[in-house]
């Protein structure tokens, strides 16, 4: 499993960290590495994961719609808020 660069839950925490901070130009890759899971996480477009595991033979992406896992995880309680809570 890899993080998907559009999900609703980077949306979220960039309206939360970007656009609420007065900082709407905060790209996604700056929102996930410093607010989503860990330090340093990532996240990855279709194109971009296609080129990460373009050495294999048979690869086969699809983007899988969740419940917001993180957001109603232990490790997703520093993000609580308005924002959130519509999205959870």
């Not at 309206?15 to 996604?28: A, D, N, V």
């Not at 996240?43 to 080129?51: D, I, Q």
């Amino acid at each position: 499993m890899i993080y998907h660069k559009w999900s609703m839950v980077g949306v979220m925490l960039w309206i939360r960290y970007g656009l609420l901070r007065l900082r709407p130009f905060t790209s996604l890759k700056t929102i996930y590495a410093c607010y989503l899971e860990s330090l340093g996480t990532k996240a990855y477009s279709v194109a971009e994961a296609r080129r990460l595991f373009e050495a294999f033979s048979e690869v086969r992406i699809r983007s899988v719609l969740t419940h917001s896992d993180l957001l109603t995880s232990e490790a997703g309680q520093r993000h609580r808020g308005t924002v959130v809570e519509l999205g959870a």
